[in-house]
């Protein structure tokens, strides 16, 4: 997950173009999304131009978007996919149940695509998908298995009154991203970072101390996450990867360089690693980036490809970072 986080981040400088390409869309809208999906489905494509290409169709939503994305789900790129499987969660359209529900329960889709589309039918939120969720929750594959749980808790938590804004007494998240738990109840950093590495407690518990820490943000909080880089759970080492780069402090650098670098590090953390590094965006960041876009792991490589093309963009001060559909404008 994680690119559409920058798309995010970019949100208010996209707000003034947002009402232009909603109003443009609603002219012809069928054919335009078409066009918009037909670069996404490309693999002839760059993977940074398929990228924003999704992040159009994620910020456009409607059907026909979401039948663009599901249609991705044939490509060979694994980092791709799990972005498509992220976006289609944050979206929160029970209509990309059904294709969420076949790449969770299809075992040659690699872990990292499984894994985002379990989670993702937890941030829909609809609970029809508890069943289909508890039985992944014993998946032979840890990541896959671990995600449906924290799903699973989720909704569970939704079904008994829960409030996505996070409990009484927590700090909002500013991040807008749909997580996969709620932000623990407001404690001081190092309770918090005491609930978060402690490896006795269920995931979901621990992930609520993850969020208060995120939404703290502050550099204290930012190096308790960091440790979390050492504990066990591949799953839970890729989610501080994330948080981490959601938050962008340049404190964090050390620990997430240290993470890509690590060769026996599962590709999905080192992958996280590389993004929340791209996020942060520091001179620093760049040159460790470059070193890794050669990386024999291909999701680690393309993580590398796709955050330098982001870094360019912010340097470059191209006015919006999902401009599938300007370009198109301009093409005409
Ligand atoms: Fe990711
Ligand atoms: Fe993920």
Redesign the pocket.
Known sequence: ?GYSKHSELFLSMELSIYSTVISYTSMASEQEVAAVGRILINPKQDLTTRFRALFTLRNLGGLEAIEWISQTFVDDSALLK?ELA?CLGQMQDERAIPTLETVLKDTTQEPMVR??AG?ALGAIGNPVVLDLLKEYSEDPVIEVAETCQLAVRRLEWLMSGGDQKGEEGSDGNPYCSVDPAPPAQKKTVSELRTQLLDERLPLFERYKAMFALRNLGTEEAVLALGDGLQCSSALFR??IG?VLGQIQHPASIPQLQAGLERDEENA?VRHECAEALGAIGKEECMKILERYRKDKERVVKESCEVALDMLEYENSKQFQYADGLLRLQGEQ
């Open positions: 997950m799990h992220y894994h985002e989670e890729h989610e994330y999905m």
